[in-house]
């Protein structure tokens, strides 16, 4: 007789065997669109509440939009540790899903939440003590060391539920539940503005307000989240654990593909920061006008960057089924599909363009000059842009991981920053320097990630492509 236990991990079981047949076998236009637009919605909200925060910001002057962009560059280095645990758990987990292996699936969802575990603990624990040096070491301009190091210390401790949130995504990602990933977001961002708002308008704390309801909102999400989550699947898990060690060797398969991602994304914030640390040099406002360039640029990029999050779990579930034309029509159909997003967002980012800048600016005719400067340049590599994602999508999918690190640490180091540095040292510009070290550095990377997606097409002509299924 069956048990209550087993009845309920199969009812589990069944709904997801839905959506991986949805991802395996229907028509790919419709899967693409039905499992990445929940995560395009996302990243356009998340832009939205980004500028909105920006505003807010703004609003306090343009040396607390400095802060807040030195802040959360050097912030994203750490959120990158998750990420790219998350991404080549994810990536795995999505195979496992394409093989029809249960026990696969539960065992390396396990093992991640264990890693990220572990991450929490050093992460939180180093860092937090080590603020003011972390500071320092990336060159934070004097006039903003003080007030950015209270903020800073908050958005560390944060990243305890940064994480739960990451892992929480990261599984449901890999199983292509999109619109429960959009759900939790939307109701994170709906959160952090409510509260900054009454922090800052009612109470009247000041710019601490945006770090303190950053933390309460993450919090309170990933409690929620991460809780329900393991109330649901807790049981299927120590069915799991019970019937099947898991440890070294899924540990072994997600730091594999893990630890390029991670070094890629850390290495490229790394190189962010040290960007930023570069502008102090056409001071503190140049550094709030990068930060705000880079918000508008959000609002053409991230719309692919949904797609291409999409792209990867089905390209990993197709590849656990052993689908690879399905898999490379993936890749072909997104790209399509940002192709026309970039185009869209160019032509309106264009028009708009000097409304948005005038937003930020708050009348501030320098501040609005210095904007205008870097994203007048930098906006122009929008197409490029949309095309590269699609071609990270592929990358990550397959599991070339070292490649897409190899591509974005050449988008920083050597079309980025030594740019820049000519600039500053061999001409007399001064902001829009950066404006055109941004286009240079992105164009290139795109006219690269297309070189690269040649490179894998052709791979897979000659029957070279190694996956988990193919050794070459």
């Given at each position: 007789m069956r048990t209550l236990l087993s009845v309920k991990i199969d009812a589990i079981t069944d709904r997801h065997r839905s959506k991986r047949d949805f991802i395996l076998h229907d028509n790919l236009w419709s899967v693409i669109i039905l499992i990445g637009l929940p995560l395009v919605f996302y990243n356009g909200l998340s832009q939205v509440f980004s500028f909105i925060d920006t505003l807010i910001a703004a609003s306090m002057g343009p040396r607390i939009v400095s802060i807040i962009s030195f802040i959360s560059q050097i912030q994203l280095l750490f959120t990158t540790l998750s990420a790219g645990i998350g991404l080549g758990g994810g990536i795995l987990i999505g195979r496992a899903i394409g093989e029809h292996n249960t026990e696969k699936e539960y065992r390396l969802i396990v093992t991640l939440s264990m890693m990220i575990g572990l991450l929490i603990l050093l992460t939180v624990g180093l860092a937090i003590p080590l603020a003011p040096w972390i500071l320092w070491f990336f060159k934070m301009p004097a006039d903003l060391f003080e007030p950015g190091l209270i903020m800073f210390r908050i958005e560390l401790s944060g990243l305890v539920f940064v994480f739960l949130n990451s892992l929480y995504f990261a599984i449901q990602r890999a199983r292509g539940y999109t619109g429960k990933i959009f759900s939790w977001n939307l109701l994170i961002l709906s959160l952090k503005l409510t509260i900054t708002l009454f922090l800052v308008y009612v109470l009247d704390i000041g710019p601490i307000s945006l770090s303190v309801a950053s933390f309460i909102a993450q919090g309170l999400v990933?409690?929620?989240?991460?809780?329900?989550?393991?109330?649901?699947?807790?049981?299927?898990?120590?069915?799991?654990?019970?019937?099947?060690?898991?440890?070294?060797?899924?540990?072994?398969?997600?730091?594999?593909?893990s630890l390029p991602v991670f070094l890629e994304k850390f290495i490229f914030n790394y190189g962010k920061a040290v960007v930023n640390g570069m502008s102090a040099i056409y001071g503190s406002m140049a550094i709030g006008a990068l930060g705000v360039s880079n918000r508008i640029g959000g609002l053409v990029t991230m719309p692919p960057i949904g797609f291409q999050e999409a792209e990867a779990t089905i390209?990993?579930?197709?590849?656990?089924?052993?689908?690879?034309?399905?898999?490379?029509?993936?890749?072909?159909?997104?790209?399509?599909?940002?192709?026309?997003?970039?185009?869209?967002?160019?032509?309106?980012?264009?028009?708009?363009?000097?409304?948005?800048?005038?937003?930020?600016?708050?009348?501030?005719?320098?501040?609005?000059?210095?904007?205008?400067?870097?994203?007048?340049?930098?906006?122009?590599?929008?197409?490029?842009l949309a095309i590269s994602s699609s071609v990270m999508g592929l990358l990550y999918g397959f599991g070339y991981t070292r490649l897409s690190m190899l591509l974005?640490?050449?988008?920083?180091?050597?079309?980025?920053?030594?740019?820049?540095?000519?600039?500053?040292?061999?001409?007399?510009?001064?902001?829009?320097?950066?404006?055109?070290?941004?286009?240079?550095?992105?164009?290139?990377?795109?006219?690269?990630?297309?070189?690269?997606?040649?490179?894998?097409?052709?791979?897979?002509?000659?029957g070279l492509i190694r996956t988990s299924h193919n050794k070459k």
């Amino acid at each position: 007789m069956r048990t209550l236990l087993s009845v309920k991990i199969d009812a589990i079981t069944d709904r997801h065997r839905s959506k991986r047949d949805f991802i395996l076998h229907d028509n790919l236009w419709s899967v693409i669109i039905l499992i990445g637009l929940p995560l395009v919605f996302y990243n356009g909200l998340s832009q939205v509440f980004s500028f909105i925060d920006t505003l807010i910001a703004a609003s306090m002057g343009p040396r607390i939009v400095s802060i807040i962009s030195f802040i959360s560059q050097i912030q994203l280095l750490f959120t990158t540790l998750s990420a790219g645990i998350g991404l080549g758990g994810g990536i795995l987990i999505g195979r496992a899903i394409g093989e029809h292996n249960t026990e696969k699936e539960y065992r390396l969802i396990v093992t991640l939440s264990m890693m990220i575990g572990l991450l929490i603990l050093l992460t939180v624990g180093l860092a937090i003590p080590l603020a003011p040096w972390i500071l320092w070491f990336f060159k934070m301009p004097a006039d903003l060391f003080e007030p950015g190091l209270i903020m800073f210390r908050i958005e560390l401790s944060g990243l305890v539920f940064v994480f739960l949130n990451s892992l929480y995504f990261a599984i449901q990602r890999a199983r292509g539940y999109t619109g429960k990933i959009f759900s939790w977001n939307l109701l994170i961002l709906s959160l952090k503005l409510t509260i900054t708002l009454f922090l800052v308008y009612v109470l009247d704390i000041g710019p601490i307000s945006l770090s303190v309801a950053s933390f309460i909102a993450q919090g309170l999400v990933a409690l929620l989240a991460v809780g329900i989550f393991f109330v649901h699947e807790g049981a299927s898990f120590k069915t799991i654990i019970q019937k099947h060690k898991t440890g070294f060797t899924e540990c072994k398969e997600i730091i594999h593909l893990s630890l390029p991602v991670f070094l890629e994304k850390f290495i490229f914030n790394y190189g962010k920061a040290v960007v930023n640390g570069m502008s102090a040099i056409y001071g503190s406002m140049a550094i709030g006008a990068l930060g705000v360039s880079n918000r508008i640029g959000g609002l053409v990029t991230m719309p692919p960057i949904g797609f291409q999050e999409a792209e990867a779990t089905i390209i990993s579930q197709n590849l656990g089924n052993k689908n690879y034309r399905r898999a490379f029509d993936t890749f072909k159909v997104t790209c399509m599909i940002n192709i026309v997003l970039g185009i869209f967002f160019f032509i309106a980012m264009s028009i708009f363009k000097n409304d948005l800048i005038q937003l930020f600016s708050k009348g501030d005719p320098l501040f609005s000059q210095e904007i205008a400067k870097v994203y007048n340049y930098e906006r122009y590599a929008s197409i490029l842009l949309a095309i590269s994602s699609s071609v990270m999508g592929l990358l990550y999918g397959f599991g070339y991981t070292r490649l897409s690190m190899l591509l974005n640490l050449l988008r920083l180091f050597v079309f980025r920053i030594p740019p820049l540095w000519y600039f500053q040292h061999f001409t007399n510009m001064k902001t829009e320097g950066l404006g055109i070290a941004m286009m240079i550095s992105n164009m290139m990377m795109g006219i690269s990630a297309i070189v690269g997606a040649l490179f894998i097409i052709q791979r897979w002509r000659k029957g070279l492509i190694r996956t988990s299924h193919n050794k070459k």
